[in-house]
C-alpha cells in the first residue's frame, strides 16, 4: 500500500480511468433525473467544445509548465500561477466567444443552445478548466498522494458538485 501511495504513474493512471468515470457518471445522471435529450446535448455540446478548445491550448500550457519546471524548480509557484491565470483568461474568453458567436458556434459544433445557460456554463467552465492542469503539477512534483486525492474528486466530487449546483441553479432549456 505504500508503494502504491509512492507511484505517481499509477497514480496518473488512475486519475485517467477517474477523469472518465466521473463523466460516465454525470451522463448516467442527466439521463436518469429526467433530463430531455436536448438538455443533454445542450450540456453534451457545450462541455465538447470548450474540452476541444482547452485541449489545444491546455496542452501547450501544460507541456511548457513541465519543461519550465525541470529547469525553475524554485520558480514553481509562480509559473503555476501564471498558468492557472491564463486558463481562467481562456474559459472567460470561451465564455465571451460562445456569447457573441453563438450563431457561429452553433453552425460548426453545437445543438441551439439557449442563451440562458451562459452564466452557468461559463461558471462551470472558469472553475473547471483550471483543474485539468493539476495532474501536470502533481506529476512534476511527485505527489502521487495528491494525485489519489483529485481521481477521488473527479470520480465522485466532480459529478456531485454538478449534481448539487443542478439542483441549487437548474439550467433551463
Request: charged share 15%; net charge positive.
Amino acid at each position: 500500500m505504500r508503494q502504491l501511495r509512492k507511484d505517481t504513474v499509477k497514480a496518473y493512471q488512475f486519475f485517467s480511468l477517474a477523469r472518465k468515470g466521473g463523466i460516465l457518471f454525470l451522463g448516467i445522471y442527466l439521463a436518469k433525473t429526467g433530463w430531455s435529450l436536448e438538455k443533454i446535448g445542450y450540456w453534451e455540446g457545450l462541455l465538447f467544445s470548450v474540452t476541444l478548445l482547452g485541449s489545444f491550448w491546455l496542452e501547450a500550457w501544460v507541456k511548457t509548465f513541465l519543461t519550465e519546471a525541470r529547469e525553475y524548480n524554485d520558480q514553481l509557484p509562480s509559473l503555476l500561477r501564471w498558468i492557472v491565470n491564463r486558463v481562467i483568461l481562456f474559459a472567460l474568453l470561451t465564455g465571451s466567444l460562445w456569447w457573441f458567436g453563438k450563431s457561429i458556434w452553433e453552425f460548426f459544433l453545437l445543438p441551439n443552445v439557449p442563451h440562458d445557460w451562459a452564466q452557468s456554463f461559463i461558471l462551470f467552465a472558469v472553475l473547471w478548466l483550471p483543474t485539468l492542469i493539476l495532474p501536470a503539477y502533481y506529476l512534476s512534483r511527485q505527489k502521487a498522494g495528491a494525485l489519489w486525492l483529485l481521481s477521488l474528486y473527479y470520480l465522485f466530487g466532480f459529478p456531485i458538485s454538478f449534481i448539487i449546483f443542478d439542483q441549487q441553479y437548474p439550467m433551463e432549456g
